[in-house]
């Protein structure tokens, strides 16, 4: 194609290439606000807005004509849908400070309110000589109608959008996550919602021009909301919006003119099926990721069962006797052994499975838990034949803090209902300093908080002490080796003296 073709062929198809660069435009804008939109849960509050502006455009043109005589051009209309929408938000932001009426029932009220007072103006004949809107472009959009100034507008407006979100991206991110950490260091949180709000409005009124007031919030949402199933990070989540929001606009635009209908449908179709491609094949948040997940997905009920199944029996229990003896409806003893082996909580070998170290620490606790379940419901009243399947049951809930106040409740017993050995409180013995009252008979330890009663008894930081057996079930004695003195305390003194195991 020589010089003269190529004038005109831009010549004879000005017009689609104007709508191709306002599309582009306006996609791009309408992705990088829309993420912010989806984070909000604005989306209801952008379709208010798309609303609202056509009282916005009907006072533009009969303040303008019917009372100053002047023609409306696109930017005052502009002006006058973007003061709509922010009367909009701040209406509905009072109703909902004022009365008991949620926020959701506020938009749902005054944009409708809104939009059906533009269309009652609109509608009175004395009125309707001087407005020029038109209803099928107000409706399903008119790109193919972009002017020069439009464009212009579009790109400043573009343009302005960019500015915003790169000045004030971090005040942004944290008002979008976390407003009251935002408002506890000094970002303005109030006057970032209203920003955004009139960068809402922006592209949301010159989005109607594209796909109309209809289809124009999902321009804003759904590139937005594909681009949320696919990222984490908000920098990543903005530009994979910005580019889903323009191959839709590119993709639904060239299919409107294969088909001969209205470009603004197709945009949002083309969006749409993006959406739903990305929604079944999303590596981490897809349904076909989740369907997987789930099959592949072992109760944690059912680990813990495997593992007191294997420290109750022995150092190694067949794998077969585990199958048959612990299961779960609809899940896999087999594939919860995979699982245990690859967390390096077991160790298989041939027809064998054995509990490794770390596996060893995990099902002592569980046992532990199990054993003091059993002891408190039997200090309920709980018949002998309740109390060992309800203590499997419970014995799930083995929160260390939870297990810890039952084992403090009961008087750190050394024995379960049945005679069996509660294993000791070995995390916190671990961990450094501890109660006395949690050592048992043999252990040795370092005093090193005696306390009120230690003092009086003579006990000072330092010195050493062998514990031995229990008095009366609920006392402690120990013997003081630097002294020779022989020591019996009761569990609340046994409680209040600080000591570290050797």
């Known amino acids: 194609m020589d ?33 912010f939109i989806v984070l ?23 303040i303008l004509r019917a009372i100053f005589g002047f023609q409306a051009n696109s930017i005052i209309i502009l002006l006058g849908a973007l003061f709509a929408g922010l009367i909009t938000v701040t209406l ?84 979008s996550f976390d407003p009251v950490m935002a408002a506890s260091i000094g970002i303005p949180v109030l006057a970032i919602d209203y920003l955004l709000t009139a960068c809402t409005s922006l592209v949301v009124v010159c989005g109607v021009n594209i796909v109309g007031v209809i289809l124009v919030v999902a321009l804003l949402i759904t590139p937005a909301a594909t681009a949320y199933l696919l990222f984490d990070r908000l920098h990543r989540m903005i530009i994979a919006s910005a580019a889903f929001g323009l191959i839709g606009f590119w993709s639904g635009y060239f299919v409107s003119m294969w088909t001969g209908n209205a470009p603004g449908p197709s945009v949002v179709v083309m969006s749409t099926f993006y959406f739903m491609i990305t929604l079944f094949c999303a590596p981490r948040y897809g349904m076909i990721a989740d369907w997987l997940r789930k099959r592949n997905q072992v109760p944690q009920e059912l680990i813990e069962d495997i593992m007191g199944f294997i420290i109750k029996h022995g150092d190694q229990v067949e794998i077969l006797d585990i199958v048959g003896q612990v299961s779960l409806p609809g899940f896999s003893a087999r ?43 039997e200090s309920t009243g709980m018949s002998a034949d309740q109390v060992h399947q309800t203590a499997h049951v419970l014995e799930h809930v083995n929160d260390e ?14 024995t379960d209902p049945h005679g069996a050995e509660i294993p000791e409180d070995f995390i916190h013995i ?50 003081v080796v630097e002294t020779g003195k022989n020591l019996v305390l009761s569990h609340s003194e046994a409680d209040k003296i600080i000591v570290k195991k050797r």
């Not at 502006?53 to 009907?58: I, P, Q, W, Y």
């Open 3 to 35: 010089k003269l073709e190529l004038t005109e062929w831009h010549v004879a198809n000005a017009g689609m290439i104007k709508a191709l660069i306002a599309g582009s435009f306006i996609s791009i804008a309408c992705g990088i606000i829309g993420c």
């Open 40 to 62: 909000r849960r604005m989306s209801f509050l952008a379709d208010a807005v798309a609303h609202a502006m056509l009282a916005g455009v009907v006072a533009s043109y009969l």
């Open 92 to 175: 509905i932001g009072f109703v909902t400070k004022v009365s008991r009426i949620k926020e959701d029932a506020a938009i749902g009220i005054m944009y409708t309110g809104i939009f059906a007072l533009g269309g009652f103006f609109a509608s009175i004949k004395s009125f309707s000589e001087y407005i020029d809107v038109d209803l099928v472009g107000f409706i399903a959009g008119s790109v193919v109608a972009t002017s020069l100034t439009d464009l212009w507008m579009l790109a400043i407006i573009c343009c302005l959008i960019f500015a915003v979100v790169i000045m004030l991206y971090r005040q942004l991110l944290l008002t």
């Open 335 to 377: 594939s919860a052994l995979q699982r245990l082996e690859k967390d390096g909580l077991v160790k298989m070998t041939g027809t064998m499975v054995a509990l490794t170290p770390q596996g060893q620490r995990t099902a002592k606790k569980l046992q532990r838990a199990h054993r003091l379940w059993e002891s408190y419901l």
């Open 401 to 414: 803090e939870a297990v810890d106040y039952l084992d403090h409740k009961l008087g750190h017993p050394l």
């Open 430 to 479: 671990e961990s450094g300093e501890i109660h006395l009252s949690l050592l048992r008979q043999g252990d040795m330890a370092i005093i090193e908080d005696p306390g009120p009663a230690g003092t009086t008894m003579g006990i000072q930081k330092g010195m050493h002490v062998e514990v031995g057996p229990r008095s009366d079930g609920n006392h402690w004695t120990a013997l």
